[in-house]
């Protein structure tokens, strides 16, 4: 091929630009000599991997969605909250609260923890899927589900609305008993705020069909897989659940909601926030997962803080402080 004819990096990317900026002429509009710069919007599909002893986790984003933070401490008074999320450069009404979903890969299966709020929840919300594959897998590989609770943002994605079947099809299920009880009768309903009703209605559309293929757990400290153990971590639901993972010697607490918030949970472990069901239980469950992780000097996965939510505990006084993880580049 003659050497003008040389298609290489530089004049690819010149004809990519060259055919943007032809587009609007299709439509009968002139180009501009010098158009702007056009913003190129989403974040790319979210996924972080990193290695835990012989374990390969994935955490994957199902999105984010915005809160007012009316609802992050519902018994101290407004100023205090609005002074701390000031005095860290966070907003004062709104705070976005991302979705980090753990793919533990334990070299003999796949377990994913919780399956997001799927596309009917937030409409910045619902990606796991899609990441699911720029990850490189497919809904149909995962081997076991675990649901923390019975919350949108963690159990909506379980079923695909399109095929009107389950959207992984060859998992088995686990959730707490007690969580099974809770929203699967009438006391969701019955206990939940009027602004929270809608969860009990959702979580009577998701989690009854998939009754046959689901365990419930009825005792703390029971073993999912290998190296990997379901705890009682009862108050943001009765029947919550976090995990204990294990291999090689090191540990990943998967929080859930136990702790929600980078400074609030963590400096303030006694503030308490509106979206749990029983605020005592939940603060004294905080306490307890929070002193775990910093005398263990366990890692701890929070679902909620800034992707991929990663990080370490420690002790700050009377209370803690979160250490993000640096990221694992070489796995």
């Avoid at 299920?173 to 006391?187: G, K, L, P, V």
């Amino acid at each position: 091929m003659p050497a003008d004819k040389v298609m290489t990096r530089r004049s690819l990317l010149g004809a990519a630009g060259t055919a943007g900026l032809l587009l609007p002429a299709l439509g009968g509009l002139s180009a501009p000599a010098n158009a702007a710069a056009p913003a190129k919007g989403p974040q790319v599909p979210g996924f972080y991997r990193f290695k835990l002893g012989q374990f390969e986790i994935t955490i994957l984003s199902d999105g984010s969605y915005e809160l007012p933070t009316t609802l992050m401490a519902s018994n101290r008074p407004r100023e205090e909250l609005t002074s701390l999320l000031a005095e860290n450069f966070l907003p004062t009404e709104t705070r976005t609260s991302h979705v980090n979903i753990p793919l533990i890969n334990t070299g003999s299966e796949l377990i994913l923890v919780d399956v997001g709020g799927g596309p009917s929840w937030q409409p910045t919300a619902g990606r796991l899927t899609e990441n699911l594959r720029a990850a490189g897998y497919k809904p149909e590989d995962i081997d076991k589900v675990v649901l923390t609770h019975g919350h949108p943002d963690h159990i909506w994605g379980l079923i695909d609305e399109f095929e009107e079947a389950p959207r992984f099809p060859n998992a088995t299920y686990y959730i707490s008993a007690r969580e099974w009880d809770f929203w699967t009768t009438n006391e969701a309903a019955e206990k939940l705020a009027d602004a929270f009703k809608g969860f009990a209605v959702g979580a009577k559309n998701h989690l009854p069909p998939l009754a046959e293929k689901t365990t419930r757990v009825t005792k703390s400290g029971t073993e999912i897989a290998p190296g990997i153990i379901a705890e009682f971590t009862p108050g943001h639901t009765p029947g919550h659940m976090s995990l204990i993972v294990n291999s090689g010697g090191q540990t990943l607490i998967v929080s859930a909601d136990c702790v929600t918030h980078p400074y609030v949970s963590f400096q303030h472990p006694g503030w308490w926030p509106r979206t749990d069901l029983e605020q005592d239980v939940a603060e004294g469950t905080r306490r307890k997962l929070l002193d775990m992780a910093a005398t263990d000097k366990a890692m701890m996965l929070v679902y909620h803080i800034s992707f991929p939510g990663l990080g370490h505990v420690a002790r700050a006084g009377n209370a803690y402080r979160w250490v993000p993880a640096m990221w694992q580049w070489r796995i």
